[in-house]
């Protein structure tokens, strides 16, 4: 029998990779978004039946964030797997000296608080049973410093915390919790956004980005973050936990 997936911020990009192959691995799966048009299109084009559903959800509100495990539950008498895939691309914006007082405030609550919600609501559904994964969506940002890239990377480096103190409070009850940290992706999003950072930063864009693929030299492709997301989401992968594994081309190599 397939398991529950939560797949946040799926209605693109890695995310829609992840339904993807939740859906192609038998899974049922949940994705969630802001938008209920993309939402739609995204059922669409995976084509999944009743095996795939969008509910509307922005990450950055609480009370969305539980109503959207209790529309699972309610649905599907559980949730097995939850992916905590959505969060801030990089920031548009400058360097630290100059930027607002609320910057490191939003990308704390859209990275960090929004899997600290999620991972809160989903647990009391996973821990009596004695089963469920937990997948944090971080960044190569989120193991070496970025710069202009200020809020989002201290955020993803804090996601690493929380990912590996959950761990320690949960696997021992069957809930393995890690972090998957992808590099520079092949989305309508972060490249656009990181070259905008970049070259607000004063940083030649040509050079870093060759840099920052590592020595794989292009970009990694959604489906390879969410090869990875599979494998940590099976029920094979229960003694591996607390871990920050990246995808990005040996870019960090750690």
């Known amino acids: 029998m397939g398991k529950v997936a939560i797949v946040t911020g799926g209605t693109s990009g890695i995310g829609l990779a992840c339904a993807r192959r939740f859906v192609d691995n038998d899974d049922t799966v949940i994705i969630s978004g802001r938008s209920a048009e993309r939402g739609q299109q995204a059922i669409t084009e995976l084509d999944a039946g009743n095996k795939a559903r969008y509910i509307?959800?922005?990450?950055?509100?609480?009370?969305q964030i539980r109503q959207l495990v209790e529309e699972t539950v309610d649905e599907y008498r559980r949730v097995d797997?939850?992916?905590?895939n959505a969060g801030g691309g990089p920031e548009e914006g400058p360097l630290v000296t100059e930027r607002d007082d609320e910057s490191l405030s939003r990308a704390f609550t859209l990275n960090v608080?929004?899997?600290?919600?999620?991972?809160r609501c989903a647990l009391p559904h996973m821990l009596p049973r004695g089963y469920g994964r937990i997948i944090n969506m971080s960044s190569i940002a989120g193991k070496t410093g970025m710069?202009?890239?200020?809020?989002?990377?201290?955020?993803?480096?804090?996601?690493l915390g929380f990912t590996k103190t959950l761990a320690k409070e949960v696997t021992a009850r069957g809930v393995s919790v890690n972090a998957v940290c992808p590099g520079i992706t092949d989305t309508d999003m972060i490249p656009r956004?990181?070259?905008?950072?970049?070259?607000?930063a004063g940083i030649d864009i040509a050079?870093?980005?060759?840099?920052?693929?590592?020595?794989?030299?292009?970009?990694?492709?959604?489906?390879e973050?969410?090869?990875?997301?599979l494998a940590l989401a099976s029920t094979d992968s229960g003694a591996i936990s607390g871990?920050?594994?990246s995808v990005d081309g040996g870019f960090t190599q750690f």
């Open 56 to 63: 509307q959800c922005d990450v950055t509100d609480p009370s």
């Open 81 to 84: 797997i939850l992916v905590n």
């Open 113 to 119: 608080n929004s899997a600290f919600w999620a991972s």
């Open 147 to 159: 710069p202009g890239l200020a809020g989002y990377s201290t955020a993803k480096h804090a996601l």
């Open 193 to 200: 956004e990181l070259n905008t950072a970049l070259d607000t």
């Open 207 to 223: 050079t870093a980005s060759q840099h920052y693929t590592g020595d794989l030299g292009r970009m990694v492709t959604p489906d």
């Open 225 to 229: 973050v969410a090869s990875l997301v």
């Open 243 to 245: 871990t920050a594994i």
